[in-house]
């Protein structure tokens, strides 16, 4: 075959490559949309927060989506296998190493936990058991091997730029109060017909000013935000070509709303740590190009001036909150400080059948007799409590003593047996058990005998209410790790390894006791107690190395090739996830689009070096022309 004939042949041969990438592209730009609604029975050795079915709309489909598309990756590199795909060098075999101790840590944790049902396919609501976090690696190491071309950059990119699309669409109108999920036709669109009774009982997720789209939780908008903002923004500033910058405006305009719209605190913060990166990186290119940068930081501004006057200054109305936490962490905490000098009751005590609640100078006691619930104080004396009965949602005992006027007691019927729903001030706080044996504090959800906790607690005294009860749920989750360091409690096992009975803590820090805490809100704290400090030092290595790594090939240059920018660009959408990660979990909603960006940033990056390498290896063996002072 002639020379010519070979071009001929070459040029017209089709390249199937892409059909590879069609995991990648439904992962990011269709699995983040599905919302569908579904009832998942829970075992009974398991109810926690619910009983019966549970519903769930925005994680169970998705994590199946996830899990078949998997089994669809497999089924692809079985067939199309290229070893000369694999990376191996010094950084990426660390990559290998760090991820595979990551996988067999989790399944480790997975087979051995104690709530291994959970732990294989997670909590309803959540679906983030071991199975899918192992989907997540999966991803990565897929989206690493396939990035051999920066020209296949685009099947990450395009599905992200529709996908922020369609979330600003659905954001602005759950900002205006309209969510197009409960019209009629969005709830029969996200809703099967087997189902149909429910959507009467569907109303609004949130209040007005809230954007979720369709991540579940305006917290997830922050951290989806956080990856996407400077994802784009670094395209539309530095990318050639007049449509591409276009395109990735309009992107960077739906991310900067979705941010704002969402409210997240979580997402500022990462999005504040990718500009920190973002400076380092481009120094002296910014020094270089300060002229150009002045009229984009103008633009920036007046967006941001802008979205503040348009909503009254509603869409920036957290941000005073977020320093005044930052500033908070910073000062030393107050070891007097006991919060129960803050909440109408200090504890709660169980003898002969009776029960005491104790209060600041004063106590009730409840027991049973023959005529029903006595209460006495601390004195033994008597407390008239009117026992009033209009049906079954008003029978209940109320006082005029101003001493006790705000704890009112609920009677309620639950499987045939009578309890005491206790509120203080409008506020339930807990249920007691009324029978024969008298008078006994239960879970409020399983009804079984519980006695309160006070659990141990490490650093945040004083400081429970900080970033919405994180430093609640932070002081209480240390104590844990240290309690089952290396394997800990297993894949979305949070909420049965948390200590759920300290009812006077979350009444203290949320307000109210009637909460389960379900998640530790930071990516960090999560790995460290489902699946033990090694899992997490693993995932270190794994992110601390693509950091390490990025850093060194594109810091404190003057010029980068495009190639090299949609490297940076990536690189900073994986900060932006890791910094919003100290105050977000992983949930299925991101997560994934977390870890396909990783991936192809792994990948990127390992071209770019490649390419430096090579450069580096001509010029040591070139000859210099002595008249042009060129290399020859």
């Given at each position: 075959?002639?020379?010519?004939?070979?071009?001929?042949q070459?040029?017209?041969?089709?390249?199937?490559?892409?059909?590879?990438?069609?995991?990648?592209?439904?992962?990011?730009?269709?699995?983040?949309?599905?919302?569908?609604?579904?009832?998942?029975?829970i075992?009974?050795e398991?109810?926690?927060?619910?009983?019966?079915?549970?519903?769930?709309?925005?994680?169970?489909y998705?994590?199946?989506?996830?899990?078949?598309?998997v089994?669809?990756?497999?089924?692809?590199?079985?067939?199309?296998f290229?070893?000369?795909?694999?990376?191996?060098?010094k950084n990426?075999?660390?990559?290998?190493?760090?991820?595979?101790?990551?996988v067999?840590?989790?399944?480790?944790?997975m087979?051995?936990?104690?709530?291994?049902?959970?732990?294989?396919?997670?909590?309803?609501?959540?679906?983030?058991?071991?199975?899918?976090i192992?989907?997540?690696i999966?991803?990565?190491?897929?989206?690493?091997?396939?990035?051999?071309?920066?020209?296949?950059?685009?099947?990450?990119?395009?599905?992200?730029v529709?996908?922020?699309?369609?979330?600003?669409?659905?954001?602005?109108?759950q900002?205006k109060?309209?969510?197009l999920?409960?019209t009629?036709?969005?709830?029969?669109l996200i809703?099967?017909?087997?189902?149909a009774?429910?959507?009467?009982?569907?109303?609004?997720?949130?209040?007005?000013?809230?954007?979720?789209g369709?991540?579940?939780?305006?917290n997830?908008?922050?951290?989806?935000?956080?990856m996407?903002?400077?994802?784009?923004?670094?395209l539309?500033?530095?990318?050639?070509?007049?449509?591409k910058k276009?395109?990735?405006?309009?992107?960077t305009?739906g991310?900067?709303?979705?941010?704002?719209?969402?409210?997240s605190?979580a997402?500022?913060?990462?999005?504040?740590?990718?500009?920190?990166?973002?400076?380092?990186?481009?120094?002296?290119?910014?020094?270089?190009?300060?002229?150009?940068?002045?009229?984009?930081?103008?633009?920036?501004?007046?967006?941001?001036?802008?979205?503040?006057?348009?909503?009254?200054?509603?869409?920036f109305?957290?941000?005073?909150?977020?320093?005044?936490d930052?500033?908070?962490?910073i000062?030393p905490?107050?070891?007097?400080?006991?919060?129960?000098?803050?909440?109408?009751?200090?504890?709660?005590?169980h003898?002969?059948?009776q029960?005491?609640i104790?209060?600041?100078?004063?106590?009730?006691?409840l027991?049973?007799?023959?005529?029903?619930?006595?209460?006495?104080?601390?004195n033994?004396?008597?407390v008239?409590?009117?026992?009033?009965?209009?049906?079954?949602?008003q029978?209940?005992?109320?006082t005029q003593?101003?001493?006790?006027?705000?704890?009112?007691?609920?009677v309620?019927?639950?499987?045939?047996?009578?309890?005491?729903?206790?509120?203080?001030?409008?506020?339930?706080?807990?249920?007691?058990?009324?029978?024969?044996e008298?008078?006994?504090?239960?879970?409020?959800?399983?009804?079984?005998?519980?006695?309160?906790?006070e659990?141990?607690?490490?650093?945040?005294?004083?400081?429970?209410?900080?970033g919405?009860?994180?430093?609640?749920?932070?002081?209480?989750?240390?104590?844990?790790i240290?309690?089952?360091?290396?394997?800990?409690?297993?894949?979305?096992?949070?909420?049965?390894?948390?200590?759920?009975?300290?009812?006077?803590?979350?009444?203290?820090?949320?307000?109210?006791?009637s909460?389960?805490?379900?998640?530790?809100?930071?990516?960090?704290?999560?790995?460290?107690?489902?699946?033990?400090?090694?899992?997490?030092?693993?995932?270190?290595?794994?992110?601390?190395?693509?950091?390490?790594?990025a850093?060194?090939?594109?810091?404190f240059?003057?010029d980068?090739?495009?190639k090299?920018?949609?490297?940076i660009?990536?690189?900073?959408?994986?900060?932006?996830?890791?910094?919003?990660?100290?105050?977000?979990?992983?949930?299925?909603s991101?997560?994934?689009?977390?870890?396909i960006l990783?991936?192809?940033?792994?990948?990127?990056?390992?071209?770019?070096?490649?390419?430096?390498?090579?450069?580096?290896?001509?010029?040591?063996?070139?000859?210099?022309?002595?008249?042009?002072?060129k290399h020859v």
């Open positions: 075959m002639s020379q010519k004939e070979q071009e001929v070459g040029k017209y041969k089709f390249n199937f490559s892409w059909i590879t990438y069609i995991p990648i592209v439904i992962l990011l730009g269709i699995v983040p949309l599905i919302v569908r609604l579904v009832k998942t029975d075992p009974a398991y109810i926690l927060y619910v009983t019966g079915n549970n519903i769930d709309m925005f994680s169970q998705k994590s199946s989506a996830i899990f078949a598309i089994i669809v990756i497999g089924i692809i590199l079985f067939l199309t290229n070893k000369s795909y694999m990376k191996w060098e990426t075999k660390i990559y290998y190493i760090a991820a595979s101790l990551f067999i840590m989790t399944a480790f944790a087979w051995l936990s104690p709530y291994k049902e959970v732990s294989v396919w997670g909590l309803p609501n959540r679906a983030e058991g071991g199975v899918m192992i989907c997540y999966i991803m990565m190491l897929y989206s690493f091997y396939l990035m051999n071309k920066s020209s296949d950059v685009k099947f990450v990119i395009v599905p992200l529709f996908l922020v699309i369609v979330m600003t669409i659905l954001g602005i109108f900002y109060g309209e969510d999920f409960f009629e036709w969005g709830k029969k809703i099967p017909e087997h189902y009774e429910d959507r009467a009982l569907l109303t609004n997720l949130y209040s007005d000013g809230n954007m979720y369709t991540l579940f939780h305006y997830y908008m922050g951290s989806f935000a956080a996407m903002l400077p994802l784009f923004l670094t539309t500033c530095f990318v050639k070509g007049m449509g276009a395109v990735f405006a309009v992107a305009l991310s900067a709303i979705l941010l704002f719209g969402s409210t605190r997402g500022l913060i990462g999005v504040a740590c990718s500009a920190v990166v973002f400076m380092i990186i481009f120094l002296k290119y910014l020094m270089k190009k300060w002229k150009v940068m002045i009229p984009l930081i103008i633009a920036g501004v007046a967006l941001v001036i802008g979205l503040d006057l348009a909503t009254n200054g509603a869409i109305s957290r941000i005073p909150t977020l320093f005044r930052m500033v908070a962490i000062q905490s107050d070891e007097s400080f006991d919060y129960r000098d803050h909440i109408p009751v200090r504890g709660i005590v003898s002969e059948g029960a005491t104790e209060m600041n100078g004063q106590s009730l006691t027991s049973m007799t023959d005529e029903g619930v006595r209460f006495e104080d601390q033994g004396e008597q008239i409590y009117i026992y009033f009965n209009m049906g079954a949602e029978t209940r005992y109320f003593d101003k001493r006790f006027e705000p704890f009112m007691f609920h309620r019927e639950v499987n045939g047996e009578n309890y005491l729903q206790m509120s203080y001030a409008g506020t339930s706080v807990c249920w007691f058990s009324i029978g024969e008298g008078v006994h504090l239960v879970d409020q959800f399983t009804k079984e005998p519980m006695e309160l906790e659990p141990a607690s490490i650093g945040f005294r004083g400081k429970e209410r900080l919405s009860a994180r430093g609640y749920i932070w002081s209480r989750t240390l104590p844990l240290k309690e089952s360091p290396l394997l800990g409690y297993g894949p979305d096992a949070f909420a049965f390894a948390f200590p759920q009975n300290d009812l006077l803590g979350k009444w203290y820090a949320y307000e109210t006791p909460i389960t805490v379900d998640k530790p809100h930071n990516l960090y704290l999560q790995i460290a107690v489902n699946q033990g400090l090694i899992a997490l030092g693993a995932f270190l290595v794994l992110v601390g190395t693509y950091i390490v790594d850093i060194k090939v594109y810091a240059r003057r980068y090739s495009s090299e920018i949609v490297g660009a990536l690189f900073l959408a994986v900060i932006g996830y890791l910094g919003a990660g100290i105050f977000n979990d992983s949930v299925v991101v997560a994934p689009i977390f870890w990783l991936g192809t940033g792994m990948g990127i990056n390992y071209m770019v070096q490649k390419e430096q390498k090579d450069v580096k290896k001509k010029i040591e063996h070139a000859t210099i022309d002595m008249k042009s002072r």
